[in-house]
Protein backbone atom coordinates (compact mmCIF):
# COMPACT_ATOMS: atom_id res chain seq x y z
CA UNK A 1 0.00 0.00 0.00
CA UNK A 2 1.33 3.04 -1.50
CA UNK A 3 2.15 5.88 1.83
CA UNK A 4 0.97 9.43 1.21
CA UNK A 5 3.83 12.42 0.48
CA UNK A 6 5.07 14.28 3.18
CA UNK A 7 3.36 16.86 1.89
CA UNK A 8 -0.22 15.19 2.20
CA UNK A 9 1.13 13.90 5.28
CA UNK A 10 1.86 17.48 6.99
CA UNK A 11 -1.20 19.03 5.62
CA UNK A 12 -3.43 16.27 7.31
CA UNK A 13 -1.62 16.85 10.60
CA UNK A 14 -2.10 20.56 10.44
CA UNK A 15 -6.08 20.18 9.52
CA UNK A 16 -6.53 17.12 12.03
CA UNK A 17 -4.74 19.67 14.83
CA UNK A 18 -7.38 22.09 13.84
CA UNK A 19 -10.25 19.78 13.95
CA UNK A 20 -9.05 18.81 17.38
CA UNK A 21 -9.04 22.69 18.46
CA UNK A 22 -12.37 22.83 17.22
CA UNK A 23 -13.81 19.95 19.47
CA UNK A 24 -11.79 21.20 22.12
CA UNK A 25 -13.96 24.78 21.66
CA UNK A 26 -17.47 22.93 20.97
CA UNK A 27 -16.62 21.12 24.32
CA UNK A 28 -16.22 23.52 26.37
CA UNK A 29 -19.24 25.91 24.63
CA UNK A 30 -21.63 22.80 25.54
CA UNK A 31 -20.27 23.14 29.05
CA UNK A 32 -20.61 26.68 29.37
CA UNK A 33 -24.17 26.98 27.89
CA UNK A 34 -25.17 24.09 30.13
CA UNK A 35 -28.31 21.48 30.25
CA UNK A 36 -31.32 21.48 31.06
CA UNK A 37 -32.44 19.03 33.24
CA UNK A 38 -34.96 17.92 30.78
CA UNK A 39 -33.07 17.81 27.65
CA UNK A 40 -31.88 13.82 26.62
CA UNK A 41 -28.68 14.13 27.83
CA UNK A 42 -29.89 14.70 31.54
CA UNK A 43 -32.72 12.61 31.47
CA UNK A 44 -31.10 9.74 30.66
CA UNK A 45 -28.96 9.52 33.65
CA UNK A 46 -32.14 10.27 35.73
CA UNK A 47 -34.17 6.85 35.27
CA UNK A 48 -34.24 5.22 38.08
CA UNK A 49 -35.65 2.54 40.54
CA UNK A 50 -38.10 5.17 42.14
CA UNK A 51 -40.83 3.45 40.52
CA UNK A 52 -39.77 -0.14 40.49
CA UNK A 53 -37.00 -2.12 38.80
CA UNK A 54 -37.03 -0.66 35.30
CA UNK A 55 -34.56 -0.95 32.41
CA UNK A 56 -31.63 1.31 32.14
CA UNK A 57 -32.13 2.57 35.93
CA UNK A 58 -29.04 1.54 37.88
CA UNK A 59 -27.06 4.40 37.54
CA UNK A 60 -30.00 6.97 38.36
CA UNK A 61 -30.92 4.81 41.45
CA UNK A 62 -27.37 5.33 42.45
CA UNK A 63 -27.30 9.40 41.74
CA UNK A 64 -30.93 9.85 43.41
CA UNK A 65 -29.88 8.09 46.60
CA UNK A 66 -26.62 10.14 47.00
CA UNK A 67 -28.51 13.51 45.78
CA UNK A 68 -30.95 12.71 48.32
CA UNK A 69 -28.69 11.98 50.84
CA UNK A 70 -26.11 14.74 50.39
CA UNK A 71 -29.08 17.38 49.83
CA UNK A 72 -27.20 18.15 46.32
CA UNK A 73 -27.61 18.51 42.27
CA UNK A 74 -26.01 15.28 40.70
CA UNK A 75 -26.01 17.91 37.48
CA UNK A 76 -22.35 18.81 37.81
CA UNK A 77 -21.20 15.02 39.04
CA UNK A 78 -22.40 14.04 35.55
CA UNK A 79 -21.27 16.28 33.49
CA UNK A 80 -17.59 15.60 35.23
CA UNK A 81 -18.28 11.81 35.11
CA UNK A 82 -18.92 12.27 31.60
CA UNK A 83 -16.28 14.78 31.04
CA UNK A 84 -13.99 11.88 32.75
CA UNK A 85 -15.14 9.29 30.68
CA UNK A 86 -14.39 10.80 27.05
CA UNK A 87 -11.06 11.92 27.83
CA UNK A 88 -9.96 8.45 28.99
CA UNK A 89 -11.15 6.87 26.19
CA UNK A 90 -9.48 9.29 23.80
CA UNK A 91 -6.33 8.50 26.23
CA UNK A 92 -7.07 4.57 25.45
CA UNK A 93 -7.29 5.30 21.72
CA UNK A 94 -4.62 7.65 21.18
CA UNK A 95 -1.85 4.71 23.02
CA UNK A 96 -3.72 1.97 20.81
CA UNK A 97 -3.42 3.85 17.06
CA UNK A 98 0.18 4.84 18.85
CA UNK A 99 0.87 0.60 19.20
CA UNK A 100 -0.98 -0.63 16.31
CA UNK A 101 0.68 2.31 13.95
CA UNK A 102 -2.66 3.37 12.66
CA UNK A 103 -3.49 7.28 11.74
CA UNK A 104 -4.25 9.08 14.64
CA UNK A 105 -6.11 11.69 12.15
CA UNK A 106 -9.30 9.29 12.30
CA UNK A 107 -9.80 9.82 15.90
CA UNK A 108 -11.60 13.74 15.39
CA UNK A 109 -13.99 12.97 12.73
CA UNK A 110 -17.65 12.64 13.64
CA UNK A 111 -17.58 8.70 13.17
CA UNK A 112 -15.24 8.03 16.01
CA UNK A 113 -14.28 10.50 19.18
CA UNK A 114 -15.85 13.51 17.51
CA UNK A 115 -18.93 12.25 17.30
CA UNK A 116 -19.76 12.62 21.06
CA UNK A 117 -18.96 16.42 20.80
CA UNK A 118 -20.15 17.06 17.34
CA UNK A 119 -23.78 15.48 17.81
CA UNK A 120 -23.78 16.26 21.30
CA UNK A 121 -24.21 13.22 23.23
CA UNK A 122 -21.14 13.22 25.54
CA UNK A 123 -22.83 13.62 28.27
CA UNK A 124 -24.97 10.58 27.68
CA UNK A 125 -23.68 7.18 28.56
CA UNK A 126 -22.50 5.93 25.11
CA UNK A 127 -19.14 6.28 26.01
CA UNK A 128 -18.97 4.78 29.34
CA UNK A 129 -20.88 1.37 27.94
CA UNK A 130 -17.58 1.33 25.68
CA UNK A 131 -15.14 1.74 27.95
CA UNK A 132 -16.94 -0.76 29.98
CA UNK A 133 -16.71 -3.30 26.58
CA UNK A 134 -12.72 -2.31 26.60
CA UNK A 135 -12.47 -3.46 30.13
CA UNK A 136 -14.51 -6.94 29.37
CA UNK A 137 -12.33 -7.44 26.13
CA UNK A 138 -9.18 -6.94 28.46
CA UNK A 139 -10.33 -9.40 31.09
CA UNK A 140 -11.45 -12.14 28.77
CA UNK A 141 -8.14 -12.15 27.14
CA UNK A 142 -7.32 -15.35 29.58
CA UNK A 143 -10.80 -17.15 30.02
CA UNK A 144 -10.47 -18.22 33.88
CA UNK A 145 -13.14 -18.59 36.28
CA UNK A 146 -12.28 -15.46 37.55
CA UNK A 147 -11.80 -13.42 34.73
CA UNK A 148 -15.29 -15.08 33.06
CA UNK A 149 -16.97 -14.45 36.15
CA UNK A 150 -15.34 -10.48 36.26
CA UNK A 151 -16.91 -10.12 32.23
CA UNK A 152 -20.37 -11.48 33.31
CA UNK A 153 -20.10 -9.15 36.56
CA UNK A 154 -18.67 -5.98 33.85
CA UNK A 155 -21.42 -6.44 31.32
CA UNK A 156 -24.23 -7.45 33.80
CA UNK A 157 -23.70 -4.11 35.56
CA UNK A 158 -23.46 -2.30 32.14
CA UNK A 159 -26.59 -3.80 30.67
CA UNK A 160 -28.47 -2.13 33.76
CA UNK A 161 -27.18 1.05 33.03
CA UNK A 162 -28.13 0.45 29.33
CA UNK A 163 -28.86 -2.13 27.56
CA UNK A 164 -27.57 -1.36 24.14
CA UNK A 165 -24.48 -2.34 25.33
CA UNK A 166 -25.41 -5.84 24.93
CA UNK A 167 -25.79 -5.61 21.04
CA UNK A 168 -22.09 -4.46 20.15
CA UNK A 169 -20.19 -6.31 23.31
CA UNK A 170 -22.64 -9.74 24.22
CA UNK A 171 -22.37 -11.29 20.45
CA UNK A 172 -18.12 -10.82 20.14
CA UNK A 173 -17.88 -11.20 23.87
CA UNK A 174 -19.45 -14.48 23.97
CA UNK A 175 -17.07 -15.79 20.58
CA UNK A 176 -14.50 -14.81 22.63
CA UNK A 177 -15.51 -16.45 25.52
CA UNK A 178 -16.12 -19.96 24.23
CA UNK A 179 -14.01 -22.88 24.21
CA UNK A 180 -11.04 -23.35 21.61
CA UNK A 181 -12.82 -25.14 18.74
CA UNK A 182 -12.63 -25.94 15.18
CA UNK A 183 -16.67 -26.75 15.58
CA UNK A 184 -18.48 -23.42 15.28
CA UNK A 185 -21.53 -24.19 17.11
CA UNK A 186 -19.37 -25.81 20.35
CA UNK A 187 -17.61 -22.19 20.33
CA UNK A 188 -20.68 -20.83 20.34
CA UNK A 189 -22.52 -22.94 22.51
CA UNK A 190 -19.68 -22.51 25.21
CA UNK A 191 -19.61 -18.74 25.23
CA UNK A 192 -22.86 -18.68 25.82
CA UNK A 193 -22.84 -21.09 29.01
CA UNK A 194 -19.46 -19.10 30.17
CA UNK A 195 -21.79 -15.35 30.23
CA UNK A 196 -25.35 -16.99 30.94
CA UNK A 197 -25.29 -14.10 33.85
CA UNK A 198 -24.96 -11.39 31.12
CA UNK A 199 -27.53 -12.89 29.06
CA UNK A 200 -29.66 -13.03 31.58
CA UNK A 201 -29.49 -9.25 32.61
CA UNK A 202 -30.18 -8.64 29.31
CA UNK A 203 -33.74 -10.24 28.99
CA UNK A 204 -34.43 -9.13 32.75
CA UNK A 205 -33.69 -5.72 30.98
CA UNK A 206 -35.98 -6.21 28.01
CA UNK A 207 -38.87 -7.77 30.12
CA UNK A 208 -38.79 -4.80 32.53
CA UNK A 209 -38.79 -1.80 29.76
CA UNK A 210 -40.91 0.35 31.77
CA UNK A 211 -44.23 1.67 31.94
CA UNK A 212 -45.74 5.44 31.55
CA UNK A 213 -46.87 5.15 35.26
CA UNK A 214 -43.67 4.26 36.15
CA UNK A 215 -41.97 7.08 33.88
CA UNK A 216 -43.83 9.67 36.25
CA UNK A 217 -43.17 8.24 39.20
CA UNK A 218 -39.37 8.76 38.16
CA UNK A 219 -39.71 12.11 37.09
CA UNK A 220 -41.60 13.09 39.94
CA UNK A 221 -38.99 11.36 42.17
CA UNK A 222 -36.48 13.72 41.15
CA UNK A 223 -38.49 17.07 41.89
CA UNK A 224 -37.31 17.54 45.23
CA UNK A 225 -33.94 17.55 44.51
CA UNK A 226 -32.38 20.78 42.87
CA UNK A 227 -30.72 21.15 39.04
CA UNK A 228 -28.95 24.88 37.82
CA UNK A 229 -30.95 24.52 34.56
CA UNK A 230 -34.74 23.60 33.66
CA UNK A 231 -36.75 24.36 30.24
CA UNK A 232 -39.76 26.15 30.81
CA UNK A 233 -41.40 25.20 28.00
CA UNK A 234 -40.87 21.51 28.59
CA UNK A 235 -44.19 19.23 28.89
CA UNK A 236 -44.57 17.04 32.42
CA UNK A 237 -42.60 14.56 31.60
CA UNK A 238 -40.09 14.58 28.57
CA UNK A 239 -36.91 13.03 27.65
CA UNK A 240 -34.73 9.59 28.34
CA UNK A 241 -37.13 9.35 31.09
CA UNK A 242 -40.52 9.31 28.83
CA UNK A 243 -38.09 7.31 26.45
CA UNK A 244 -38.61 4.04 28.72
CA UNK A 245 -42.37 3.61 28.32
CA UNK A 246 -42.40 3.89 24.61
CA UNK A 247 -44.11 0.46 23.10
CA UNK A 248 -42.51 -0.98 20.08
CA UNK A 249 -44.92 0.60 17.33
CA UNK A 250 -43.61 3.88 18.90
CA UNK A 251 -40.04 2.92 18.09
CA UNK A 252 -40.87 1.64 14.66
CA UNK A 253 -42.60 4.85 13.41
CA UNK A 254 -39.20 6.29 13.44
CA UNK A 255 -37.73 3.71 11.23
CA UNK A 256 -41.25 4.38 9.42
CA UNK A 257 -40.07 7.97 9.23
CA UNK A 258 -36.51 7.88 8.25
CA UNK A 259 -37.82 5.29 5.00
CA UNK A 260 -40.33 8.27 4.02
CA UNK A 261 -37.75 10.64 4.61
CA UNK A 262 -36.06 12.91 1.84
CA UNK A 263 -35.15 15.86 3.35
CA UNK A 264 -32.79 17.99 1.14
CA UNK A 265 -33.88 16.14 -2.13
CA UNK A 266 -32.37 12.92 -0.66
CA UNK A 267 -33.26 10.03 0.32
CA UNK A 268 -32.75 8.75 3.87
CA UNK A 269 -31.79 5.26 3.35
CA UNK A 270 -29.85 5.52 0.45
CA UNK A 271 -27.68 8.74 2.24
CA UNK A 272 -27.05 6.49 5.23
CA UNK A 273 -26.08 3.64 3.29
CA UNK A 274 -23.75 5.56 1.31
CA UNK A 275 -22.20 6.80 5.02
CA UNK A 276 -21.43 3.86 5.81
CA UNK A 277 -19.84 2.35 2.65
CA UNK A 278 -17.67 5.81 3.08
CA UNK A 279 -17.02 5.13 6.97
CA UNK A 280 -16.05 1.46 6.34
CA UNK A 281 -13.46 2.49 3.68
CA UNK A 282 -12.27 5.12 5.25
CA UNK A 283 -11.57 3.31 8.57
CA UNK A 284 -9.61 0.33 6.68
CA UNK A 285 -8.16 1.28 3.66
CA UNK A 286 -5.78 3.49 4.77
CA UNK A 287 -1.79 3.46 5.13
CA UNK A 288 0.13 2.76 8.46
CA UNK A 289 2.36 4.96 9.93
CA UNK A 290 4.38 2.76 11.74
CA UNK A 291 7.06 1.73 8.85
CA UNK A 292 8.07 -1.30 10.73
CA UNK A 293 4.46 -3.07 9.81
CA UNK A 294 4.44 -2.69 6.47
CA UNK A 295 1.96 -5.66 6.16
CA UNK A 296 -1.54 -4.76 6.60
CA UNK A 297 -2.74 -7.32 7.33
CA UNK A 298 -0.83 -8.77 10.33
CA UNK A 299 -1.41 -5.77 12.20
CA UNK A 300 -5.76 -5.44 11.28
CA UNK A 301 -6.25 -9.03 10.79
CA UNK A 302 -9.38 -9.35 9.08
CA UNK A 303 -10.74 -6.09 10.19
CA UNK A 304 -13.21 -5.63 7.38
CA UNK A 305 -15.07 -8.32 8.82
CA UNK A 306 -15.13 -7.29 12.29
CA UNK A 307 -16.66 -3.84 11.06
CA UNK A 308 -18.80 -5.72 9.07
CA UNK A 309 -19.32 -8.30 11.83
CA UNK A 310 -20.56 -5.60 14.54
CA UNK A 311 -22.21 -3.45 11.78
CA UNK A 312 -24.90 -6.38 11.65
CA UNK A 313 -25.09 -6.40 15.69
CA UNK A 314 -25.85 -3.06 15.45
CA UNK A 315 -28.90 -3.27 13.17
CA UNK A 316 -31.18 -3.72 15.88
CA UNK A 317 -30.54 -0.16 17.05
CA UNK A 318 -30.99 1.13 13.78
CA UNK A 319 -34.42 -0.46 13.59
CA UNK A 320 -35.31 0.18 17.20
CA UNK A 321 -34.24 4.02 17.52
CA UNK A 322 -33.26 7.23 14.93
CA UNK A 323 -30.38 8.61 16.89
CA UNK A 324 -28.06 7.00 14.13
CA UNK A 325 -25.00 8.79 15.14
CA UNK A 326 -24.73 7.09 18.16
CA UNK A 327 -24.90 4.04 16.73
CA UNK A 328 -22.29 4.96 14.34
CA UNK A 329 -20.42 5.63 17.39
CA UNK A 330 -20.69 2.63 18.75
CA UNK A 331 -20.29 0.16 15.75
CA UNK A 332 -16.66 2.01 14.95
CA UNK A 333 -15.57 2.70 17.98
CA UNK A 334 -16.09 -1.13 19.22
CA UNK A 335 -14.80 -2.15 15.93
CA UNK A 336 -11.33 -0.57 16.70
CA UNK A 337 -11.72 -1.88 20.39
CA UNK A 338 -11.84 -5.20 18.83
CA UNK A 339 -8.84 -4.65 16.58
CA UNK A 340 -6.71 -2.91 19.46
CA UNK A 341 -7.87 -5.76 22.21
CA UNK A 342 -7.99 -9.52 19.99
CA UNK A 343 -5.29 -10.69 18.25
CA UNK A 344 -5.29 -10.37 14.60
CA UNK A 345 -4.79 -13.79 14.09
CA UNK A 346 -7.89 -15.19 15.81
CA UNK A 347 -9.99 -12.68 13.86
CA UNK A 348 -11.20 -15.80 11.52
CA UNK A 349 -11.43 -18.08 13.99
CA UNK A 350 -14.00 -16.62 16.14
CA UNK A 351 -15.88 -14.58 13.58
CA UNK A 352 -18.76 -16.49 11.52
CA UNK A 353 -17.18 -18.07 8.17
CA UNK A 354 -19.72 -16.30 5.94
CA UNK A 355 -18.45 -12.74 7.27
CA UNK A 356 -14.57 -14.26 7.23
CA UNK A 357 -15.08 -14.64 3.72
CA UNK A 358 -17.08 -11.35 3.23
CA UNK A 359 -14.37 -9.46 4.61
CA UNK A 360 -11.47 -11.06 2.76
CA UNK A 361 -13.56 -10.35 -0.29
CA UNK A 362 -14.32 -6.18 0.86
CA UNK A 363 -10.44 -6.00 1.44
CA UNK A 364 -9.73 -7.57 -1.98
CA UNK A 365 -12.03 -5.24 -3.77
CA UNK A 366 -10.80 -2.20 -1.64
CA UNK A 367 -6.86 -3.50 -2.55
CA UNK A 368 -7.95 -3.43 -6.38
CA UNK A 369 -9.33 0.12 -6.61
CA UNK A 370 -5.90 1.43 -5.89
CA UNK A 371 -6.98 5.14 -4.41
CA UNK A 372 -4.57 7.42 -4.55
CA UNK A 373 -3.05 7.53 -1.08
CA UNK A 374 -3.78 12.14 -1.11
CA UNK A 375 -7.46 11.10 -1.87
CA UNK A 376 -7.58 8.34 0.77
CA UNK A 377 -6.37 10.53 3.58
CA UNK A 378 -8.97 13.07 1.63
CA UNK A 379 -12.18 10.96 2.33
CA UNK A 380 -12.63 11.11 5.81
CA UNK A 381 -13.04 14.70 5.84
CA UNK A 382 -16.14 14.85 3.87
CA UNK A 383 -17.80 11.90 5.94
CA UNK A 384 -20.74 13.11 7.63
CA UNK A 385 -22.62 11.73 10.47
CA UNK A 386 -26.26 13.69 11.16
CA UNK A 387 -27.36 12.87 14.92
CA UNK A 388 -30.76 10.90 14.12
CA UNK A 389 -32.81 10.14 11.17
CA UNK A 390 -31.50 12.29 8.22
CA UNK A 391 -31.35 16.02 7.70
CA UNK A 392 -29.00 17.10 4.58
CA UNK A 393 -27.61 20.32 7.27
CA UNK A 394 -26.91 18.47 9.71
CA UNK A 395 -24.98 16.31 7.10
CA UNK A 396 -22.69 18.54 5.62
CA UNK A 397 -21.91 20.67 9.18
CA UNK A 398 -21.24 17.33 11.07
CA UNK A 399 -18.20 16.98 8.23
CA UNK A 400 -14.82 17.69 9.47
CA UNK A 401 -13.94 20.03 6.95
CA UNK A 402 -16.90 22.22 7.66
CA UNK A 403 -15.94 22.00 11.47
CA UNK A 404 -13.07 22.96 10.37
CA UNK A 405 -14.48 25.96 8.25
CA UNK A 406 -16.96 26.96 10.76
CA UNK A 407 -13.88 27.41 13.65
CA UNK A 408 -11.89 29.30 11.81
CA UNK A 409 -14.26 31.69 10.98
CA UNK A 410 -15.65 32.24 14.58
CA UNK A 411 -12.14 32.66 15.31
CA UNK A 412 -11.44 35.43 12.50
CA UNK A 413 -15.13 36.59 14.14
CA UNK A 414 -13.58 37.23 17.92
CA UNK A 415 -10.55 38.08 16.44
CA UNK A 416 -12.29 41.24 14.43
CA UNK A 417 -14.45 42.11 17.10
CA UNK A 418 -11.69 42.27 19.56
CA UNK A 419 -9.44 44.80 16.92
CA UNK A 420 -12.83 46.74 16.35
CA UNK A 421 -12.68 47.32 20.31
Known amino acids: MKAASPLTVRLTAVLCLLLVADLLFLFIG ?40 ANSTPYYFILAACGFFYFLLAAYFIKGFSKKGYPYFLLPFVFLLGGPVINNFWVRK ?128 RLYHTFHNTNGGVYAPVAWLVILLLIFFACHHLPLENKNKTDHSLVTGNFP ?50 ICMTGRRIEAVTVKLAVPAPLQAAIPWFIGVPAYSWVLSNFFVSMGSAQIYYFLK ?7 SRLLH
Open 305 to 354: GVMLFQLICCLPLFILGWDYGRWVFFWVCSSFCLLLEVQSDIHDKILPPV
Open 30 to 69: EIRHGYYMESWQITEWLISYQGGFVRRGLAGELLYNISIY
Open 126 to 253: DVFLILMFVVSLMLIREKTILRLLLVNVVMALAILIHESVAFFSLPVLTMLAGPDSEKIFRRYAGGILRLTPAWCALAVAVFNKGTQEQAHTIWQSWQQVPFPHHDPRSPALSGAIEGISWTMQEALS
Open 410 to 416: ACAHALG
